[in-house]
Every structure is written in structure tokens, then in C-alpha cells.
């Protein structure tokens, strides 16, 4: 089993930037792609972000493309999202989630077993 912990959320002014860190204990998650989600207030949680198991593929919800980063160091065991030109419609509790596969498509797709998830970390973007 392994175990999620987020952290970097926080409140930011619209334009700012803030970097997220999900961290892996428990068993390895190097042979697993990774992803980001988010949940706003009274929304249905979305995909933001995920990459393959090596880091050598990513992908991106269309509303965060060219603005959040999604990379990840194995010999840490962390995945990060780095997040820039925030925006108010950015504001929600930001999961991250281990797939039991390899690649980032079955995540993008929904089609990927997401066996574990974090606690969230909430971020807010002021206007």
C-alpha cells in the first residue's frame, strides 16, 4: 500500500504561482504514471495533469495547458505540480493519485486503476 501526502497549496493572487507536492511512502511508485486532480465547490472532480511512470510523457486538461507543469523525481518519490498564471477558476482541493499502470493516456483516458489517493491540499486564487 502506499501513501499520499499533498502539500504547497495556499492562497495566491490571480497571475500568481504556486508549486504542489505529492509525496509517496510506503511502497515505490517509480513503475507508476502519476496525476493531478482537482475539486471546486460543489463540482465534479477533474483531471488536471499526469505523467508517465518515467517522467518522459505528460499530458494536461485543456483549461491548464501552457500554464501548469506536471514533473516528478523518483529518487524522492514526489510528484509536482508547478502552477503559474493562476486564475479564480483555478480555486479547489488539488488531489494527486497514483495509477497502477505505466502511462499517462490510461489516466487522460479514465480508463487507469487509480488504487491510491491523497488527502488534498486546497488552493485558492483571489481576484
Known amino acids: 500500500q502506499v501513501q499520499l501526502a499533498e502539500s504547497g497549496g495556499g492562497l495566491v493572487q490571480a497571475g500568481g504561482s504556486l508549486r504542489l507536492s505529492c509525496a509517496a511512502s510506503g511502497r515505490t511508485f517509480s513503475n507508476n504514471a502519476m496525476g493531478w486532480f482537482r475539486q471546486a465547490p460543489e463540482k465534479e472532480r477533474e483531471f488536471v495533469a499526469a505523467?508517465?511512470?518515467?517522467?518522459?510523457?505528460?499530458d494536461y486538461a485543456d483549461s491548464v495547458k501552457g500554464r501548469f507543469t506536471i514533473s516528478r523525481d523518483n529518487a524522492k518519490n514526489t510528484v509536482y505540480l508547478q502552477m503559474n498564471s493562476l486564475k479564480p477558476e483555478d480555486t479547489a482541493v488539488y488531489y494527486c493519485?497514483?495509477?497502477?499502470?505505466?502511462?499517462?493516456?490510461?489516466?487522460?483516458?479514465?480508463?487507469?486503476?487509480?488504487?491510491?489517493w491523497g488527502q488534498g491540499t486546497q488552493v485558492t486564487v483571489s481576484s
Open positions: 505523467i508517465s511512470w518515467s517522467g518522459a510523457s505528460t
Open positions: 493519485a497514483r495509477s497502477t499502470g505505466r502511462l499517462a493516456r490510461g489516466i487522460v483516458e479514465g480508463t487507469a486503476d487509480l488504487g491510491s
